[in-house]
């Protein structure tokens, strides 16, 4: 909605101009590919079964111009060893980059999410492999800024005065961004009654995700949980080959985080990363290995956007002297709607195996993704993205393999797109994983829950410099004159009296009822 407003220059910067715009997006990753050798203490590798990448950003500064950052990919590999019993290592590799932007400056809030995409790992020789993946982090920078257009030329309150502006309301937000590191889930996880005993702890994961975040005065309250995956070796059999347990755990938790400056009302993202993660295998009160104590260290990495309508000058023309004005264009984000939910998936894929058929699934690794389409459904917001499998087999002789694929994720929403774009933060995970495989058929059926925030864009132009010229104004009519204008179709009101020198509030199409012609007096 547009409207004439008069700005107070002398005011300086003005809260209803004010609001954080985006000055900065970027997807910054490089490829890195680095040698990694085995522990002494470890046997030998024969194939590697899963990788699991942790990145986590260590360290950021902002200032003079300047952003930099630093990260470290934690890589767990899980692979068979040479007596065909399963092992695990873990890697660890650094990143950093360093970024100019003339806004970057301490007061910038900056959004920076650590990425890992496409990890692969090749196998070397049986104690050396390499690891390739590319490191890097998605970037948003805010910055609070007043859209309230600089002013050059004017001598007198006068000059000021015989302004006329013309002003628009947009949906804007005001942007927080929280980080708390050090934070702690320790748990005590126990076997089931009808699962055997254990002898070693081979492999043990645990992925967090967030199910509820709410902003109150001072506080936001945050509801994630922990989808814990173990893997046990039990001794050998019978047949004198490895008996392998798989304990799965979704262990709900709840964090709270202090600050003066959150306030209740607004709409946020958490974001919770894996800083460090210990598993341990003791003993129950009977003296048998049925426990798992689990220690995790994670990072909250919390946004948080307020909503804000901002005014901006869309026009401005002096009512005496001749003016110039810059225009620039802004785009401005606000908070459309908070994204949660989940979909079932029931897909199925053919593996890679032989037709005969003879291989056992045993365990699965789940690892969800999901980002906003680019183009919605009938102006409903869609989700779309994938889920990789990590299987973990037997073969007809008992030994385990591995094969992994990928099924295709998209759901539709309930939520409206916004008009001109979107963009959204999304973390997603599957829960209730069932697996079937028949010969070279695998059936799937899991539930995705999702939790995130949808963001709307808006694209504006906005005068940024305003310039009063020592020139008198060339008015089109002749001073006392009365002038009879028939408006095109679509034209206002504030462009008609710019073009005549005089004040929108003076004209009305309301005079002499529709069609009739515009009466404008030039004084």
Do not use: W
Not at 294 to 311: G, H, I, N, P, R
Not at 427 to 445: I, P, T, Y
Not at 455 to 479: M, S
């Amino acid at each position: 909605m547009e409207y004439t407003k008069k700005l107070n220059f002398r005011m300086g910067e003005d809260e209803d101009f004010c609001a954080a715009e985006r000055i900065f997006s970027l997807c910054s990753v490089k490829e890195q590919s680095e040698d990694f050798i085995l522990p002494d203490y470890l046997p030998d590798i024969k194939k590697v079964v899963a990788l699991f990448p942790y990145s986590s950003i260590k360290g950021r500064f902002m200032g003079s111009g300047t952003l930099e950052y630093e990260g470290e990919v934690s890589y767990r590999l899980l692979y068979i060893a040479e007596d065909h019993s399963l092992k695990s290592a873990q890697f660890a590799s650094a990143f950093d980059e360093k970024l100019g932007g003339e806004d970057f400056s301490e007061d910038c809030v900056d959004l920076i999410r650590p990425l890992c995409l496409n990890p692969s790992v090749r196998l070397l020789n049986p104690r050396k492999v390499n690891i390739r993946s590319s490191n890097g982090a998605d970037i948003k920078v805010f910055k609070r800024r007043c859209f309230f257009p600089t002013l050059y030329g004017a001598r007198t309150l006068d000059d000021e005065q015989a302004l006329e502006t013309q002003v628009q309301t947009v949906e804007g937000a005001n942007v927080l961004n929280l980080r708390e590191n050090g934070l702690t889930l320790s748990e005590d996880i126990s076997f089931e009654a009808a699962m055997p005993t254990a002898e070693e702890l081979v492999f043990a994961t645990a992925a967090l995700s967030v199910q509820d975040c709410r902003l109150l005065e001072g506080e936001a309250q945050i509801r994630g949980v922990a989808e814990v995956l173990c893997l046990f070796s039990a001794g050998t059999g019978d047949e004198n080959r490895e008996e392998l347990l798989t304990l799965r755990r979704s262990i709900p938790f709840s964090q709270t985080l202090k600050n003066e400056n959150l306030h209740e009302g607004g709409k946020c993202f958490a974001l919770l990363l894996p800083e460090g993660m210990e598993f341990r295998l003791r003993e129950d009160e009977f003296g048998q290995k049925r426990v798992v104590e689990m220690d995790v260290t994670y990072l909250c990495d919390l946004s948080a956007f307020f909503e804000k309508q901002v005014a901006l000058c869309l026009d401005a023309y002096s009512l005496e002297k001749e003016t110039e004005k810059n225009e620039e264009k802004r785009q401005f984000f606000a908070p459309a709607a908070q994204l949660k939910g989940g979909f079932s998936v029931n897909e199925s894929a053919t593996l890679d195996l032989p037709e005969e058929g003879g291989y056992t699934l045993f365990c699965v690794f789940v690892e969800p993704s999901l980002h906003l389409a680019e183009e919605g459904k009938n102006g409903r917001a869609v989700l779309e993205g994938e889920c990789t499998l990590s299987l973990l087999l037997r073969d007809s002789a008992g030994a385990p393999d591995v094969r992994r694929t990928t099924l295709p994720l998209r759901f539709v929403t309930d939520l409206p797109l916004p008009e001109e774009g979107a963009e959204a933060q999304i973390s997603a995970k599957a829960s209730g994983v069932r697996c079937r495989l028949d010969k070279k058929v695998l059936s799937v059926d899991m539930e995705i829950s999702y939790f995130g925030l949808l963001l709307g864009a808006k694209t504006c132009r906005a005068v940024d410099t305003l310039r009063i010229l020592p020139e008198k104004r060339q008015k089109t009519g002749r001073r006392g004159s009365v002038i009879l204008y028939y408006p095109e179709k679509d034209e206002s009101l504030f462009g008609i009296a710019k073009k005549y020198g005089v004040r929108p509030d003076s004209l009305s199409f309301e005079e002499g009822g529709e069609g009739a012609p515009l009466m404008i007096y030039c004084k």
